[in-house]
């Protein structure tokens, strides 16, 4: 009944994780609300439309300056208004509510626009008059607005081909009252350079980026030209772009995304295409950056004729030609939702609610409502698993960013950074643990004496108790200060250590046969030498590595893959492959020592050998260090990177202290209970107690060693508060070991508390649990498919 009920617990959290994750992957929907006559329906062209955060009421604004208010729910004529006189030519762009009126003698009108009053009053447009530019005696023909850091920012194309920057500001005389407006900029002349035949036709759109740095006038047939405005005093084109460069498409729209940085444009063949701006090192911008197309949004083959985005995430809607209206997602490149086709209704208007709760569409005769439930668009198994494009990055990544403080804000979910920082602290875990459990529960069970073994095994099992809050207090704390302050010195104890172990036991052989009897008594103290000298060893070894690596480690590992005339007193990358290599020359030391004549005989000397050994070893991994040397290569980059003081170096470290006790208890009581005829049979046939532990003892308790293992790697791919406080918690994806990591146990415990109940954060972090479940218990499955087998062949011994 425990089995059962284990089981079975176990099994409704899995049910419990799918059921918050679930939706995720459903679709959104759109359902009809209201629809009704157009009542200000006639020959003018809607301009805009716009509507109030609840979709109670909204109000169109035709292209001769008409403003027309009504109630969504039945199409009811709340108030009107005219916003300029009508029939002069003027051109009008909204951005919220503030208007922009481009008059026929060059001046540029603002004015903000509000729908007014309840049910109980009646509704009335107010409309605030702001303060007019004067640009020039030449017509406007088309006009933009935005906020910049320094304030408004006004971009006006007039018919003499010229491109007006200018910003300003309101300054209130306190003496008088009077207001004037204080205004700077320049002005671009298009007309003599060799744009100037594209500008015998006025473009279709003029749109200036949020920042204020870039204006792009854009044509019917896809041509972009981009001009950079930083110095708004001296404007400059600086690229010319196709933005639909299929052959034969034309472009029907175009809008900003929030945030006014990404493009939408929509083309005859209703599709969507995204561009903004990246900064590579070669651009074909003269600015330094170049517009890149990220995506397309396929659409269902009519043309768009409106682009609404969303005024809180980077969803938006598009109106086609045969009345459907389609919902995308710019980031996930999801359709959300569609609306059914209407023909002979195209949609020239619509507008996304601000909650994202509806949709207000207007077609030529109709205004429809639609009620609008998204789901979670920011998600599909694309975008948490492979690389995607994100605004403003040069080319597609895995990331992992969650929130941000700007509601420009483009949620990156990419699940992978948090996947691959577990399978990294997992690593560097087992790579320091697993080595020394099973070496420690190989003597412990085959050569350490009894009463010896009895008080050593309990306190080993003892390291256990350690909370692992403590445990990553002391890795942040004190480890990692120690680590970076004497990092040459930590990373050359990885060959300090063996090479003094191993020269301790070759003069501990080196004893007269008639002192071992009293010396046996002291063996096990005497390993404890081999610490002091270890660090000793370890302390010229680092000196040289530093010596190789130009005098300063750190500084080495952060160069790069940069020479050494670009960043100064830097090393070459020969002190990368000659440390790394170290091992592999070791490896290739023993092999060549175990087949050599001379070693094998008893003329050479314990020490002799030693001393060879190491010369070989040093010069093995120097000649391979120095053949990648001469070849270019370097680890630096991509192995190896800047030096971080919390690390996978330092969770590895203090991590293996969690998991050595419980891989070395389960490994020590494997060996220990093999039986002992095995033994005696192999030591009466003339086996060392070495050959006997390697060829006996270990293949007969292989099941219970890879289970001490699986046990282990599970305690690691668990383990939260040491990656939480020693890893420095950054979801990057780097195998550089000198850098930190985010695990997903540990990104849950830090952005769980701060996300909002069922929103996608929310369900995206229970989907990382859901992972890591599932990661747990497939290694854990085959662990057991594993250990059986071994366990099968054991009972064949």
């Known amino acids: 009944m425990g089995g059962i009920a284990t089981i079975g617990a176990v099994a409704l959290v899995c049910l419990f994780l799918v059921w918050v994750v679930l939706p995720l992957l459903r679709g959104g929907s759109i359902q009809p609300s209201a629809d009704f006559v157009n009542p200000g329906a006639g020959p003018a062209r809607v301009v805009h439309l716009a509507a109030d955060a609840y979709l109670r009421h909204g109000w169109v604004l035709r292209d001769d300056g008409s403003l027309l208010g009504l109630a969504t729910a039945d199409g009811r004529e709340l108030a009107r208004a005219q916003l300029h006189p009508p029939g002069e030519g003027h051109v009008v762009a909204v951005h919220g509510e503030t208007a922009l009126v481009g008059s026929r003698t060059g001046a540029v009108h603002l004015a903000n626009i509000r729908l007014d009053g309840d049910e109980a009053s009646g509704h009335s447009f107010t409309v605030a008059a702001q303060p007019t530019l004067e640009l020039g005696s030449s017509a406007v023909v088309a006009l933009d607005h935005s906020v910049g850091a320094g304030g408004p920012v006004l971009a006006v ?15 209130r005389n306190l003496l008088t009252g009077k207001e004037d407006v204080v205004a700077r900029g320049g002005t671009l002349d298009l007309q003599p350079t060799e744009h100037s035949a594209r500008l015998e036709r006025v473009p279709e759109h003029l749109l200036l980026s949020g920042a204020g740095d870039n204006v792009y006038l854009v044509w019917q047939d896809g041509t972009c030209l981009r001009v950079d405005t930083r110095d708004l005093d001296n404007p400059a084109v600086v690229e010319t772009v196709d933005l639909t460069p299929e052959d034969g498409t034309r472009l029907t729209a175009a809008a900003f995304l929030i945030g006014k940085t990404t493009l939408a444009v929509g083309d005859d063949r209703g599709a969507v295409h995204l561009w903004f701006r990246t900064k590579p090192e070669v651009a074909r911008g003269s600015d330094g950056s170049q517009l890149e197309r990220a995506r397309v949004l396929d659409g269902n083959g009519s043309p768009v004729r409106s682009i609404a985005p969303s005024e809180r995430s980077r969803l938006l809607l598009c109106g086609h030609e045969d009345g459907s209206t389609r919902l995308h997602h710019a980031t996930s490149g999801r359709e959300v939702a569609a609306s059914p086709a209407t023909p002979g209704e195209p949609v020239v208007a619509a507008v996304l609610g601000p909650k994202e709760d509806g949709i207000l569409t207007i077609g030529a005769r109709r205004i429809r409502l639609w009620a609008l439930a998204p789901g ?40 992978w950074p948090l996947v691959f920082g577990t399978l990294k602290a997992t690593l560097y875990c087992l790579l320091f643990g697993v080595p020394l459990a099973l070496l420690a529960a190989v003597y412990t069970s085959e050569f350490l004496h009894p009463r010896t073994r009895g008080r050593i095994k309990p306190l080993i099992e003892l390291m256990a108790s350690l909370p692992s809050v403590v445990l990553g207090f002391l890795a942040a704390l004190v480890f990692a200060p120690v680590v970076e302050q004497n990092l040459a010195r930590i990373l050359a104890m990885v060959v300090a250590l063996p090479v003094a172990l191993l020269l301790g036991a070759t003069l501990w052989q080196s ?11 002291y063996r ?11 660090w000793v060893l370890a302390g010229w070894l680092g000196t040289s590595v530093e010596w190789l690596a130009g005098g300063d480690l750190k500084a080495w590992l952060a160069a790069g ?6 960043t100064g007193a830097t090393g070459p990358a020969f002190a990368g492959w000659w440390f790394a290599f170290l091992p592999l020359g070791a490896f290739l030391s023993a092999w060549v020592a175990g087949r050599s004549a001379w070693c094998s005989s008893h003329r050479a000397g314990g020490v002799a050998r030693m001393a060879v050994s190491i010369v070989l070893a040093l010069g093995t991994a120097a000649v391979l260090a120095g053949v990648l040397t001469a070849s270019g290569a370097d680890l630096r980059g991509e192995l190896l990177g800047t030096y971080v003081q919390r690390n996978a170096l330092v969770v590895g470290f203090v ?9 070395y208890t389960i490994a020590e009581d494997a060996l220990s209970a093999v039986p002992e005829h095995l033994r005696a049979a192999s030591l009466g046939a003339g086996a060392t107690q070495w050959q006997t532990a390697t060829r006996i003892i270990l293949p007969t308790a292989m099941s219970g060693i890879f289970s001490a293992v699986m046990v282990g790697l599970g305690r690691a791919v668990g383990e939260t508060m040491i990656v939480l406080m020693a890893a420095g918690n950054t979801p990057v994806l780097e195998l550089n070991p000198f850098n930190g990591f985010r695990t997903l146990s540990a990104n849950i415990a830090v952005e769980l508390p701060e996300a909002v109940r069922d929103s996608t954060h929310y369900r995206m972090l229970y989907l990382a649990a859901l992972v890591l479940f599932a990661f747990t218990f497939a290694l854990n499955t085959v662990a057991e498919l594993v250990r059986q087998r071994f366990r099968k062949r054991a009972f064949q011994l």
């Open 157 to 171: 194309l007039t018919a003499d081909r010229k491109l007006h920057l200018r910003s300003f500001r309101t300054k």
């Open 376 to 415: 979670h668009p920011e998600v599909t198994l694309a975008a948490i698993s492979s690389p995607v494009w994100y605004e403003g990055y040069e080319r597609a990544e895995h990331v992992w960013q969650s929130t941000s403080g700007t509601d420009d804000f483009e949620p990156k979910f990419g699940l």
């Open 511 to 521: 004893i007269p046969p008639q002192w071992r009897p009293f010396a046996e008594k």
């Open 524 to 534: 096990f103290p005497a390993m404890f030498l081999a610490l002091p000298a270890s």
């Open 561 to 566: 893959h940069a020479g050494p005339d670009e």
């Open 655 to 663: 991590m293996g202290f969690a998991v050595i006790p419980i891989i």
